[in-house]
DNA sequence: TGAGTCTTCAACCAAGTGGTTGACAACGGG
DNA sequence: CCCGTTGTCAACCACTTGGTTGAAGACTCA
């Protein structure tokens, strides 16, 4: 993976257990121990993940105490969004014109049809 | 990386050169040699990120001769889209309301600060 | 048919990833 | 001050990934 910061946020969600990560952190903030409850896989693990996550700017953490609660960086979110409806809609755009085309196509077809059944009159 | 839709479409778009190739085909269809041009890398190198979009549904190939043109699926960046939205706007509302907790809590502090103001003039 | 073009398949390799266990740092409550 | 709690660091392991080269499949054109 390249270490762009577009490649490691996507990077980041690429894993089931980071997006869960994420998804109950959206709901509040969390100690390492409250995220890594719900998975069976050792803390450290989870730790890791975090780390991940914290790299990739979606996730930051404070000090209290021996714990270390994590908070969800909405923002970054903007980043992904951006680069998404970007060629999302670049896309949608072609197919529109392409669309277009077809329609006037159609419109073309049905002139000549026309035409024909024109002549086809005439001789 | 696991193996859910999910986990694949980001985890092809978590590397540049298939952002690269993304971003090629939301101008338009376009061949496997006309995607590897721009870079410096092997065909098979290409090849293989294709296919990587194509198993997270990204991409399609169809045949013309000896050519496989790929066409970008716009329709599975919903998906991703969607997702980011749903924990993006939970994270968003959750800020609204520490927002809304903190203007009451400021309400709160100017109604003390005046109850002071006013035991001081009285005092 | 035979040469040339476009693409994929197969085997291999270095580097990265997600998991483990063990050690240890940092802190709060008896 | 020690002990339990919380979390990170380090080393290790199996597996994946992104790259390479070489061969072969599929097709066109002379």
Redesign the pocket.
């Known amino acids: 993976?390249a270490d762009d910061e577009l490649s490691r946020v996507f990077?980041?969600l690429?894993?089931p257990?980071?997006r869960g990560i994420v998804s109950r952190l959206a709901v509040g903030d969390?100690?390492?121990?409250?995220?890594?409850d719900p998975?069976?896989?050792?803390?450290?693990?989870?730790?890791?993940?975090?780390?991940?996550l914290?790299d990739a700017g979606l996730v930051s953490?404070s000090?209290?105490?021996?714990?270390?609660?994590?908070h969800l960086e909405a923002e970054i979110f903007d980043l992904m969004t951006k680069w998404i409806e970007r060629y999302r809609l670049q896309a949608q755009e072609r197919y529109d014109r392409l669309d277009a085309v077809l329609a006037e196509m159609h419109v073309d077809q049905r002139r000549a049809d026309l035409r024909h059944l024109e002549q086809g009159a005439a001789s």
């Open positions: 993976m990077a980041a690429a894993d257990t980071r969390a100690t390492v121990g409250e995220l890594a998975y069976d896989v050792s803390i450290q693990a989870v730790s890791k993940h975090i780390k991940v914290a953490q000090k209290d105490a021996q714990r270390r609660p994590c």
